[in-house]
C-alpha cells in the first residue's frame, strides 16, 4: 500500500466548521500497512464514506486537544473500527488531560489507551510516533510521524513556540493547521507569517497548511500559500477538502533513490 495523507476536511474555528464552509472530518495518514485517524472533526465519518476512505480499518486515533473540531467524532470513528466493541481493537493516543474527557465505553472498545505526553515515543509496528509540546488555550499535542518512507509533523492548533524549531527540523513534510492569514494574530493559533518563520528555521522538503479559519478563507489559502513558497521557496500546498497526497514523493530517502537511480543509469 502506498503512503498517502487524505483530507477528511480542512476547517478550522467553530465559524467555518459550524456552516460547513469548509469540511471538518479531520486528517488520515496510510503508511506502512496502517491507518492513522488524526483529530476526527464534525463529518469525519461522511467524508471518510465519500473520499474513499474505509473507518473500520484505522489502527490508531491522534487526538491533539478536545476541541469540538477536532474530536467530536470520535465516540462514532471508534464504534466504526471496532465494530461497536465487538472487535475490540485500535489505539488512541492523546494526554492525559484530553483522556479524561473521553468516555469510558469507548476506551473499553480500544485494545490500547496510550496516555501521550512531549517526547514520549511511541512505537505502533514499524512507525514511531513522537508527541510534541504546543500551547493553545486549552491541553495540546502536536504529533511527528517516523516512517520507513517518510517524516512528518503534524502541527496541530498552538501559538508559535521556538521549541517546535527543534522538533520540525529534518522532517520531509511540514503539515501545519494555519488558522489565520498575515497579520491576523490570535494568541492562539498559527498565522502565514509564523509557518514562514517555522519553516524558514527548519526547512522542511514540503509544507501543507490546513484548517483554514474565516479570516483565512476570505484572504484564500491558495494566495497565502503562495506567499509562503516565495517567501522561503519551499513547495507549498494549501490542503482542499478530499486532497490526496503522497508524502513518500517528497521524502529526502526516496530523493536520494531516485538520484542514485539517474546516477546509475548514467554510468
Ligand atoms: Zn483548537
Known amino acids: 500500500m502506498q503512503s498517502k495523507i487524505v483530507f477528511l476536511g480542512t ?72 465494530l461497536n466493541g465487538l472487535d475490540k481493537r485500535g489505539f488512541l493516543l492523546a494526554s492525559k488531560e484530553v483522556l479524561k474527557d473521553v468516555p469510558k465505553d469507548s476506551k473499553d ?30 491541553p495540546c499535542l502536536s504529533f511527528k510521524i517516523i516512517s520507513k518512507d517518510f517524516t512528518l509533523v503534524y502541527v496541530s492548533d498552538t501559538r508559535y513556540i521556538r521549541e517546535l524549531e527543534k522538533e520540525v527540523r529534518n522532517v520531509d513534510v511540514l503539515l501545519c493547521n494555519c488558522k489565520l492569514p498575515a497579520g ?10 509564523d509557518v514562514i518563520r517555522l519553516a524558514n528555521k527548519t526547512r522542511p522538503l514540503l509544507v501543507i497548511i490546513t484548517h483554514f479559519g474565516s479570516e483565512m478563507l476570505k484572504k484564500d489559502p491558495l494566495f497565502e500559500a503562495r506567499d509562503i513558497q516565495r517567501e522561503i521557496k519551499i513547495h ?4 482542499k477538502d478530499g486532497m490526496i497526497i503522497n508524502p513518500t514523493s517528497y521524502a529526502a530517502k526516496v530523493r536520494q533513490r531516485t538520484l542514485l537511480g539517474f546516477a546509475k543509469k548514467e554510468g
Do not use: W
Not at 496510550?114 to 517526547?119: A, D, I, L, Q, W
Not at 491576523?184 to 507569517?193: C, V
Open 11 to 82: 476547517a478550522g474555528g467553530f465559524e467555518v466548521v459550524g456552516k460547513q464552509l469548509r469540511a471538518s472530518g479531520g486528517i488520515v495518514i496510510q503508511t506502512e500497512g496502517l491507518q492513522f485517524l488524526i483529530d476526527p472533526g464534525p463529518g469525519c465519518l461522511a467524508k471518510a464514506q465519500e473520499y474513499g476512505i474505509n473507518i473500520r480499518q484505522t489502527n490508531a486515533i491522534f487526538l491533539s486537544h478536545i476541541h469540538y473540531g477536532h474530536s467530536n467524532d470520535l465516540n462514532v470513528s471508534i464504534q466504526a473500527m471496532t
Open 109 to 138: 472498545k480500544l485494545q490500547q489507551v496510550v496516555e501521550v505526553s512531549p517526547g514520549k515515543r511511541v512505537r505502533i509496528n514499524n512507525v514511531e510516533i513522537i508527541p510534541i509540546i504546543a500551547q493553545h488555550n486549552v
Open 184 to 193: 491576523i494574530k490570535d494568541g492562539n493559533n498559527l498565522n502565514t507569517s
Open 236 to 239: 507549498t500546498i494549501a490542503a
